[in-house]
């Protein structure tokens, strides 16, 4: 089975300033999808970025980045330009490539809780 | 465009009732999956549909079910209430292949007292 592991618990970031979230997982796998959501106090988990484990280059989304290393399993997640409204949980998540059993969903880590101060 | 709808918001029951909880995803979705978020637990996975089929279930007892209807729309029950069950049931949804992400609701607080 897959595991997700987000070993900072909470972080804090000036506004304006640079942030990354660490992320490591394991699998047998070589190719699976990785994800960051976000999920603010309102509770709605929002997709930020996600990445193919066969594409090379890393993810971009406006602000967000990630720093994909297959082969020391590591998807970080880089932050720019914090905003008030980046201020939410962070989690990274898994998701096997292949159809029938254990296809199809999401493996979880424990998240990171993300503060932006003003 | 309407995003996935989880109807109740918030829902509480005494131990040993049922309960039924209703996810509308978005228009023209067709995969659903449900998720139990609890602070000990985190975010685990329940099931997953795919046109009304359920294409894979979580390691959860037989006391949580789910079905999806024709328009895609899907509901999770869970039998028997234990006090264990409070916790939030996220649900979401995808237009085709999950691996492009899914759109997830506010979820179901739901307290089990």
């Known amino acids: 089975a897959q595991t997700v592991t987000q070993s900072q618990p909470e972080m804090s970031v000036q506004e304006a300033e640079t942030v990354t979230l660490s992320c490591t997982y394991d699998?047998?796998?070589?190719?699976?999808?990785l994800f960051w959501y976000k999920q603010p106090p309102s509770r709605q988990m929002i997709l930020v970025i996600r990445?193919?484990?066969?594409?090379?280059q890393n993810a971009t989304e406006n602000r967000f980045s990630v720093n994909f290393q297959k082969a020391a399993k590591s998807f970080s997640l880089k932050i720019s330009d914090s905003q008030l409204g980046d201020t939410a949980m962070y989690f990274c998540?898994?998701?096997?490539?292949?159809?029938?059993?254990?296809?199809?969903?999401?493996?979880f880590g424990k998240g990171t809780k993300l503060s932006v101060i003003p | 465009k309407a995003g996935v709808t989880q109807t109740p918001r918030y829902l509480i029951k005494t131990r040993g009732q049922q309960v039924t909880l209703s996810c509308s995803p978005i228009?023209?979705?067709?995969?659903v999956s449900w998720y139990q978020q609890t602070p000990g637990q985190g975010l685990q996975f329940l099931f997953e549909?795919?046109?009304?089929?359920?294409?894979n279930k979580g390691n959860f007892p037989g006391r949580f079910s789910g079905r999806q209807f024709s328009n895609s729309r899907s509901e999770m029950n869970v039998s028997t209430l234990e006090l264990g069950d409070s916790a939030l049931y996220l649900c979401?949804?995808?237009?085709?292949?999950?691996?492009?992400?899914?759109?997830f609701g506010s979820g179901t607080r739901l307290t089990v007292v």
């Open positions: 990445q193919e484990a066969y594409k090379q």
């Open positions: 699998t047998s796998e070589s190719n699976y999808y």
């Open positions: 549909y795919f046109s009304e089929t359920q294409r």
């Open positions: 979401a949804s995808s237009l085709r292949n999950p691996n492009y992400g899914y759109t």
């Open positions: 228009s023209g979705h067709r995969s």
């Open positions: 998540a898994f998701m096997n490539s292949y159809s029938g059993a254990g296809s199809y969903q999401l493996t």
